[in-house]
């Protein structure tokens, strides 16, 4: 799908976070505990944090359409593909990175485009500590 | 959702109309019959007016801190019921929810700023304004106000008026849209739960009987109107007459002048967003391009490049881009003034009568339409339309341009698109338009600033929001004193 309006991009960053705290909620087992425990508490914090920018973030001055950003290219449909859970997180936060990075490139506010660069630093924080899990 | 009847809040209590007659309101995305509003009689405002003087005087003596606390707990509820608030409003009108998102933030922008009131209302004095005599001006709150509220902006509109007009000290009576008075009424389940006390805040839903029992009675200081000018006209002429103050934002016909320095891409995403935002429903719409010489051509093709990708549909659903207009009437109103076009000449480059949108084939849809080859002269040139229609004239150089705005009987908003300085300087001194857009396609003023309006777009000599607010609802009282 298009991301053609600031509330679209809004909405579908609220999704993939829901996702991505659903799986690490699920996986929070045995020696992932703790980590995904942390990741998921991260995810459900960011999903407000976003629902709180589609709110007061928007102006009504520069509801301009927003072309070239699609949803399909920053899905985590294929997440399972990619084998044990620590490897699928890496996948997660590999999109998520992207995406924020992306977004953060088309939207024309500029408190929110900080926090989506802040929030795409994050998650590349997050992969760098998931890789040394996986050596 | 049941298709009752709206009730109306009066003096603290939700009351069941009197009224004999109801209007339906209807999905415009789907037609379909979602409640009803009543059409209040004349004793309902009456007892309206009452409740809302016998409150004033308790609730003047409340002092600025306790009346801003008000606006601040008015201010947690809306933000707490934001997503409904927003959502109401799309189905009632129409419009997408980001644009219903934004409508609804800016109501609370004005809330935020009326809770500066114990700033905003300070007076002024002066000591030995002759010798061992001193002079004070304080703001006085003056009574019952009142507003009639657009179908285009059902919530935000009377929030530039009566959050000021409460902190201030008066009380209150909106009559919203009988078009679109959901989200009015919703706002109202909101300021009963914030607790004011009875009669400072009342809503009486109904249509232009509502309006004239207002003016007439004796207990209205004053009047606040969104709306056409035909109406806004009428309104102001019958609030002279009746020794109420008004303040009448009416309509607009906008204009959008492209130099040719100008960075296309960022103006014609701007554009898109003025001419067909809200579906051209709206007093800041940009309803003329004004290209100057040579950007012509190559703005016409990428604005009919932009809006004939424009995707519209039911504005709850997020990828929408452009909703419904509000009713089939106003659809049909619409099509005229496409047909007229055609009938004076106009070149027809992107025309929206065909559009079917999937899964909603009784929606109010009409696509997005621009001429070329518009002249001044013409009727879809001189009068406002209040839809999705953009016009597009061609002028030689940025003189013509100012010429074209300023021969207009409207003067509500107009904007430049240039890289120019000098051009915008310019552009600000000479335009005769309230609100100025420089690069700026829709020139809404956020809560602090006016709402601003000139020449047959604006009544009165107060506009809505910030400061201006405060003193249309204030009086100034001079006291000179001496001590013996």
């Known amino acids: ?125 997050r992969k760098v500590q998931l890789e040394k899990l996986l050596e | 959702m049941k298709t009752d009847v709206l009730k109306n809040y009066i003096d603290g209590e939700w009351e069941e109309s009197a009224a004999e007659e109801t209007l339906e309101i209807r999905n415009p995305a789907t037609d379909e019959i979602i409640t009803h509003v009543p059409m209040s009689t004349v004793e309902e405002v009456d007892q309206a007016v009452k409740a809302a003087k016998a409150a004033f005087q308790e609730w003047r003596e409340t002092t600025p801190y306790s009346r801003a606390r008000f606006m601040f707990r008015l201010k ?8 409904e608030l927003a959502r109401t409003i799309v189905v009632e009108h129409g419009k997408i929810i980001d644009e219903a998102r934004g409508e609804v933030r800016r109501g609370i922008e004005n809330i935020e700023v009326a809770a500066g009131v114990p700033s905003m209302m300070m007076g002024y004095n002066m000591e030995d304004a002759a010798a061992g005599i001193d002079e004070d001006c304080v703001l006085q709150p003056i009574g019952v106000f009142c507003c009639v509220g657009p179908f285009n902006f059902p919530n935000m509109v009377p929030l530039w008026f009566l959050p000021y007009a409460v902190a201030c000290g008066n009380t209150y009576i909106v009559k919203p849209s009988e078009r679109c008075p959901m989200s009015q009424n919703l706002l109202f389940e909101i300021f009963d739960e914030v607790d004011f006390p009875p009669g400072v805040v009342n809503l009486v839903n109904g249509d232009k009987r509502v309006v004239n029992a207002l003016l007439e009675h004796p207990d209205l200081a004053g009047l606040s109107f969104v709306g056409s000018t035909p109406v806004g006209k009428l309104l102001y002429k019958k609030s002279a007459e009746n020794g109420k103050r008004a303040q009448i934002q009416a309509g607009a016909k906008n204009c959008l002048v492209v130099m040719p320095d100008t960075v296309l891409d960022k103006t014609v995403a ?13 007093c800041l719409a940009g309803a003329l391009i004004v290209a100057v010489g040579d950007i012509y051509e190559e703005l016409k093709d990428r604005i009919v490049e932009s809006a ?136 809404a003023p956020i809560a602090s600033f ?24 204030t009086d100034r009282k001079v006291i000179i004193s001496r001590w013996f």
């Open chain 1, 1 to 125: 799908m298009d991301l053609s309006t600031f509330g679209a991009i809004l909405s579908y960053a609220v999704e993939l976070e829901t996702k991505a705290a659903e799986f690490y909620g699920g996986n929070a087992q045995g020696k992932l505990e703790e980590v995904f425990t942390d990741l998921a508490g991260g995810s459900d914090k960011r999903v407000r944090r976003l629902e709180l920018i589609r709110q007061e973030g928007i102006s009504e001055m520069i509801l301009e359409p927003i072309t070239g950003f699609n949803s399909g290219d920053h899905s985590l449909d294929k997440v399972s593909e990619a084998g044990e859970p620590l490897k699928q997180a890496f996948m997660i936060e590999t999109v998520m990175g992207e995406f924020y990075s992306e977004g953060s490139k088309k939207i024309p506010i500029r408190e929110v485009v900080r926090v989506f660069q802040r929030m795409a630093e994050d998650n590349n924080k």
């Open chain 2, 308 to 443: 004939s990708k424009l995707r519209v549909g039911n504005g709850l659903d997020e990828k929408t881009q452009m909703g419904p207009v509000i009713s089939k009437s106003s659809r049909e109103r619409i099509i005229g003034y496409i047909e007229k076009g055609v009938e004076e000449g106009a070149t027809l480059l992107l025309d929206g009568r065909g559009i079917k949108v999937e899964g909603y084939p009784n929606g109010y849809f009409l696509g997005p339409t621009i001429f070329t080859d518009v002249t001044p002269d013409m009727v879809i040139a001189r009068e406002e339309i209040f839809g999705p229609i953009l016009g597009i004239i061609r002028v030689k150089d940025f003189d013509e341009a100012i010429e074209v705005i300023n021969n207009s009987p409207y003067g509500n908003a107009a904007s430049l698109f240039s890289t120019g300085g000098k051009w915008a300087r310019e552009f600000k001194y000479q335009v005769r338009a309230g609100n100025i857009g420089i690069n700026i396609g829709i020139a």
């Open chain 2, 450 to 473: 006016p709402f601003s309006g000139m020449k047959n777009s604006f009544f009165g000599d107060l506009h809505g929001q910030g400061r201006d607010a405060i003193e249309f609802f």
């Open chain 2, 76 to 83: 947690v509820l809306m933000e707490k019921r934001f997503e």
């Open chain 2, 270 to 282: 701007a554009i898109m967003t003025s001419a067909f935002g809200t579906a051209g429903q709206r």
